[in-house]
Each structure stands twice: as C-alpha cells, then as structure tokens.
C-alpha cells in the first residue's frame, strides 16, 4: 500500500505531538525520580506531620541534602501554599535565584510565576507566585510594608548557621512574630548548626535531623606555607587536571576579581594543550555573575573533559553542585570587619574558621569519596584558625539595619531579642552616625528624613546622598552615581594584556581631576548617550553587564525617588554641588593629606591611602607620585583593607563645606586645627596602621 510510504501534514504533527508528550514524559519521570533520590525524601511524611504538629522546627541536614529546594515543594504539595505564601530566606542573592529557577523547572512552571524570587533591585516574582525565595536583607525590608507577614503561610530561614547580620535581625523579628500568628508555620533550616542553641532561643522548638550521606574525603595540607595562593591554586588544578582520574575540582576563592584572575591563568596554562590535555571547562560563580553563566555550573561534564568551578564562598553550603571530587582551598574569605571605636568599616581577606574548611572539604565527597587540598599547614590549621567564624552581627556596621528596625517601631534596641547580641559600642556609634546623618533626633526618635531613608535599600550614608541631592538640585546625577557605586568595582574592565589601552580610555572619564564619583557618571552618561550600545562599552573598556546593572538599579532609584518625592534635577556641570551632595552622606568618610602623601582620617585618625585605581592618583615622577598634585581634602565612598588601608571611589571636596553639611559634626575651629596638622599627626593621636585597625576590628 503505497499510503504506508507517506504521511499527511495531520499525520506528521500528531506524531511530532506524540513523541513531544513521550518526552515531556520520561522528563518529569526523571525529575519525579532525582528528587526521590535526596535524602530528605524518605523523611517527608515524618518531616510534614512534624510541622504540622509544631509551630517552629529546626530542620538540620547535610548541604545537598534537598532542604532548600524541597521542603517548600513539600509544604506545597501537602496543602500550606492555599492559605498564604511559602517564603524562604537565603543568605546569597546567586543562591535566591538558582534555587528559585531550579525549583519553578522541577515543578514544570515558569520562574516569576508560581515560583519566583526577591532580590535588591530585582523581584522575579507575580500575583501567582506561592513559593518565594529571597534574600534575607529583603525579608527584612518586607517587614517594612507587611509587618505581621500577612501573605505568607510559612517561612523558612534557610541556612541559618551563616548568621548574616539581616538573618540574625530576622530571627529576632520571626520570633515576635509567630506569638501572635499562631497560624504561622516557621522553619530554621541549616546544613551543620548549634541546634540546641537555635532551638533553646525558639523557645526550646524541636529539632529535625535527617542524617546525611557522606563519603570519606582525603584531606592534605601543604608542608610550608604560600606565598601567593591563587598561583599555588593554580597549580594544584593542573596537577589534579593532569594527575587524578576524573571528577570535578572546586576552588574556593574570596571574590570576583580573584576568580577572574584565577579563571585567566588557568586560560594561559591550557593554551595549546588540546591535544596533550583533556578539557578543562572552567566556570566562575560569584554574586554579581549575571543568570544566564549561574545556570553553567549545573550542566553535566561532558564524558573526558574536566569541570573546574571557581567560586566565593557561596559553594561552601548555599549551592551543591554534583560532581565534585576534589577540593582546592586557600582558606581564606571576604569578610566586613568593623571598629566601633574608629567607625571604620572595611572588607578584609581573612583565613576562614576550622568550621568552614570542614564544610569545604566536605563538599568533595557528596557523591563518593573525594581529596581536599589545602593550601595551608596543618600547624595553621590547628593554631591559628578560629573554631568558629564570628556572627556578622558582631563584626559589622549596624547603621542600615538600626534605621530599618526603628522604622518597624522598635525602640529599644539595647533590649532586643538577639540569639547573640552585638556590642553595645557598635549599637551606640550606630545610633550616633544615623543622628549625625540627621535620620535620628536627640531623643533617638527617627525623623521625617529617617523615615524617607528608610525607604531605600542602601546604606544610610548612600540614601542620605540621594535625599541630600534634592537640595543640591542635582539628583538626576546622584541618582546615577548612587547606582554605579552600588555595582561595586565591576565597571571598568582592564585586561592584563590591554592595560595601557584600557587605562587611556579610563582616564578619559576623569579628566581634569575631577575624581571618581564624577568619572563613574561620566562613563554613564557617556553610555547612555551613545543609546546604551555595546560597542561603546567595548570601544572604552567598560564593562557591558554592570552597565546594564547600573541601569536597573538606577531606575528602580528613581521610582523610590518618586515615591518619597524627590524633584529630579540635574546639573552635570555643577561639579561643587554634586560633591555637596556626596559630601552630605559621606562626611564620615573624609580624609586629609599628609606630607607623605598618604591620607589620614578626619574624626579618628587612621593612615589611609588612594586606592591604586583611583583616577587622583598624580602621575609618577621616577617612581615617586607628585604629591603637591594631591588633592588636600577628599571624601571617599569606602575602605579596602589588604596590605595597606586604601580608600576606593575618591573625589576631592572643600573643608569648609563639612561645617555647613554637618554642623553637629564638624566645627570650624576643629578643621582649622586638622589643617595645621596636616604636617605632623597630633599628640595622643597616634595615626594607626592599616594592621593595627585591622586588629582591632577583629574578633576578641
Ligand atoms: P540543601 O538545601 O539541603 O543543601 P538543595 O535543595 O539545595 O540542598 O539541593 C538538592 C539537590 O538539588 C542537590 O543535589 C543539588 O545539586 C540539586 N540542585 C540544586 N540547584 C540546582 C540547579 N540549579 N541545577 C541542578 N541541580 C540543582
Ligand atoms: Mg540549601
């Protein structure tokens, strides 16, 4: 029959219709099964009934175990999700949005719809949405507008033993919370935690173990320390790559620049490998790498090749990936350090605690037996790292998160419920700065500016700036800088094989010494007149993905603007008005120069330095900067502590404009004196070093 050798158009598509359906099938048989496989699975019905017997649960389970991503599949699935939303808080806005896209494709739906996320500056999220992941700074901020968490049937507070200062804040405001909404289901969930520290705070909640699933792991120290560690890391990858049978290698690195750096050397040694070497397929992750690069370090390696994950500390506990075998870990992370004494507040590369390494090295064994490298002594191990890293909340400025809790109408802050408190010279020099700011009044009461503070998701310094600009009239600009400061060090792009051509283009944006803040407008105003082309990015080494991060946030700035109605102004030639502005937030942040050329802080003296990419830095005369081209008097936007104190995004300012922006802060006569000190440090304030503040603002 010759019919039999054809097909009509129906024909065809039923059967395309078919064989789509047979797929779509053995997919979610094949999700259906994978998700069977965790290890809470075969505790789901205990886990269900646990929660519906108790109103708070400590739920403690090994990384990978499937907390994150199923338990709020679970409460759904059983019922929770009809009275009220699911939410669930992450340290790590990467993690928010990989967990929410993984879970809105096991459950077949698109992400933003009934599964979606909450980021700074980025809802993903829908009227439909029942199971919402977030950051824990955004649950905060939700208390803001819904202070009884009103739309949500659960919470859960993922990954609790990170105790970020916004999930510690949260424990004392869920806590409150659940005594009057009986109806209110709260989960703290944590990979490894003190748990009968959480549950005795939850008023001695009970605890859910899921016992894990681990495989023995090899752990080897180096036998001298290293000098460089990302150049050792680099080694012992290639060692492994060329050495050890297959599996994936994790590196664990302390930020973006160090990742790309690392991502570059590892680029060099296998050029021209091909035929020598197998694959080597490198993946970075880190916070701000957009989506689209987050989904890579998920997909399968390829049979032959070798996967090489460079990350932050976001792999310690937030995200597994499958896969891994071996380990490769310097034993170090970013960490904020903060000195109450001084106000100063820092990012510091500092050795990671005995808790954390365990937690590395135990990512190496999650599917069998694995090797983890350590780029460290094992005496360091054992003499020189902290059991234990400190709560951030004892460690950092709590200026964001006091105004936050005042606009909530907690007074009494000295009295709140913290699972650890911080001390009270930081809540005091808090206080202070956001009185200084003039968010509070002497009374400790928050003021009308407070208020209007509050309403942004920014350091106070930096909202004070954008309500200070509508005085100015320049708060087009503000608006601007504000968001490009907020993408962090990211903008300009500077290949080391391209440096002197991207440095020229750089420089172009802060002619005329102008400093930073203005060159960072400069380079967005630049950007948006060329009609926001990417060409133009490349043409002057700028990076295309922060700039469209810039973008965003300063839109979504905008809106808040409006909201607490802000006039949008703007004057990009008044140059004194904008550093006004920046002045008006920043005053805390100023320094003045010294003979030497360095810099020493106004209020408690500290010797600081210009960062080496600040565009005040004066040309170099055999070797030697010009230091009679040096600006006197300079503003800075923040400090970075490696070997030196160096100030990043600098601009110059006048001193007397500090005694009118701040009069409750700086008199006259006090700066008058501060100019003739100048040359030598006063007495009986001895200009510290970078290492002695970094001391101090350690950990006792
Ligand atoms: P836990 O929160 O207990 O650490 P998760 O729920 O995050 O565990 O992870 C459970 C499993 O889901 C892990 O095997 C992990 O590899 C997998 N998984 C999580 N996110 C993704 C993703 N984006 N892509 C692929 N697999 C993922
Ligand atoms: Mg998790």
């Known amino acids: 029959n010759i019919e039999e050798l054809f097909e009509t158009p129906e024909q065809r598509r039923k059967k395309e219709a078919e064989a789509r359906a047979a797929a779509a099938k053995s997919e979610r048989e094949k999700i259906a099964l994978g998700r069977s496989q965790l290890p809470v699975y075969p505790y789901r019905e205990q886990l269900l009934k646990a929660v519906e017997e108790h109103q708070i649960l400590i739920i403690v389970a090994e990384t990978g175990a499937g907390k994150t991503t199923q338990v709020p599949q679970y409460l759904h699935e059983a019922g929770y999700s009809a009275a009220g939303k699911i939410g669930c808080t992450q340290p790590r806005r990467v993690a928010a949005m990989s967990v929410a896209a993984r879970v809105a494709y096991e459950m077949g739906v698109k992400l933003g719809n009934e599964v979606g996320y909450s980021i700074r500056f980025e809802d993903c999220t829908s009227d439909k949405t029942i199971l919402k992941y977030m950051t824990d700074g955004m649950l905060l901020r939700e208390f803001l507008s819904e202070p009884d968490l009103a739309s949500y049937s659960v ?9 970020t200062l916004h999930t510690d804040v949260l424990f004392g405001l869920v806590k409150d919370i659940a005594r009057f909404r009986p109806d209110l289901k709260l989960l703290i969930s944590s990979a490894t935690l003190d748990a009968e520290k959480f549950s005795e705070y939850f008023d001695y909640a009970p605890i859910f173990k899921v016992p894990g699933r681990r495989y023995p792991v090899d752990i080897y120290f180096t036998k001298a320390p290293e000098a460089d560690y990302i150049d050792a890391a680099v080694q012992a990858v290639m060692r492994i790559h060329v050495l050890e049978p297959e599996g994936d290698v994790l590196v664990f690195l302390t930020g973006q620049e160090e990742i790309e750096a690392m991502e570059e050397l590892l680029r060099q040694r296998m050029r021209g490998k091909g035929t020598q070497l197998s694959e080597m397929i490198i993946c970075p992750i880190y916070a701000n790498l957009p989506s689209e690069l987050q989904a890579k370090i998920f997909e399968p390696t390829p049979p032959g090749a070798r996967k090489v994950v460079l990350a932050t500390n976001i792999a310690e506990t937030s995200l597994t990936i499958d896969g891994i075998k071996y380990v490769v870990d ?12 001084t106000g100063m507040e820092s990012l510091v590369v500092t050795p990671v605690s005995k808790a954390s390494a365990n937690q590395r090295a135990g990512r190496a064994g999650r599917t069998s037996a694995g090797k983890c490298f350590r780029l460290y002594t094992a005496h360091s191990y054992e003499n020189e790292m902290e059991d234990n890293t400190v709560p951030e909340i004892q460690r950092t400025n709590l200026g964001n998160v006091v105004l936050m809790l005042k606009s909530l109408g907690i007074h009494d802050l000295m009295n709140f419920d913290f699972m650890d408190p911080p001390p009270a010279e930081t809540l005091l020099r808090a206080l202070e700065q956001l009185y200084a700011l003039g968010s509070l009044n002497d009374k400790g009461e928050l003021t009308k500016l407070g208020r209007r503070m509050a309403e942004f998701p920014l350091d106070p310094m930096l909202a004070k700036t954008l309500l ?16 490009m400061v907020s993408v962090g060090s990211s903008v300009f792009y500077r290949p080391k094989d391209k440096a002197v051509y991207a ?4 420089r172009n944006f802060a002619r005329g010494g102008v400093g930073d803040h203005m060159a960072l407008l400069a380079v967005y105003d630049g950007w948006a007149e060329s ?10 080494y700028i990076q295309v993905r922060s700039m469209k991060r810039a973008r965003d946030i300063r839109d979504q700035l905008v809106g808040l603007m409006e909201r607490v109605e802000i006039e949008m ?6 140059l004194d008005a904008i550093k006004k502005a920046i002045a008006s937030g920043f005053f805390y942040h100023t320094a003045q120069l010294r003979k030497d050329g360095s810099y020493r802080t106004v209020k408690h003296p500290m010797m600081v330095n210009l960062h080496p990419s600040c565009s005040l830095n004066p040309p170099r005369r055999e070797g030697q900067p010009l230091i009679q081209s040096l600006p006197r008097w300079v503003v800075y936007h923040e400090l970075v502590l490696t070997s030196k104190a160096f ?31 100048a040359k030598k440090v006063p007495k009986g304030a001895k200009a510290r070093t970078a290492l002695d503040a970094a001391v101090a603002a350690g950990v006792d």
């Open 155 to 163: 919470m859960m507070i993922d990954e609790a033993h990170e105790r």
């Open 569 to 574: 102004l703007g004057d990009p030639s008044d």
């Open 330 to 341: 310097p034993g170090f992370a970013k960490q904020n350090s903060y000195n109450p004494r």
């Open 647 to 677: 100030m990043r995004t600098v601009s110059e300012i006048q001193p007397a404009w500090l005694v009118e922006i701040a009069p409750h802060y700086y008199d006259r006569k006090e700066l008058l004196e501060g100019e003739g000190a």
């Open 503 to 506: 440095d020229n283009a750089h």
């Open 468 to 483: 200070a600009s509508e005085t100015f009239k320049v708060s087009e600009q503000i608006a601007t800088i504000c968001a």
């Open 531 to 540: 009609g926001f082309s990417t060409q133009w990015c490349f043409e002057n």
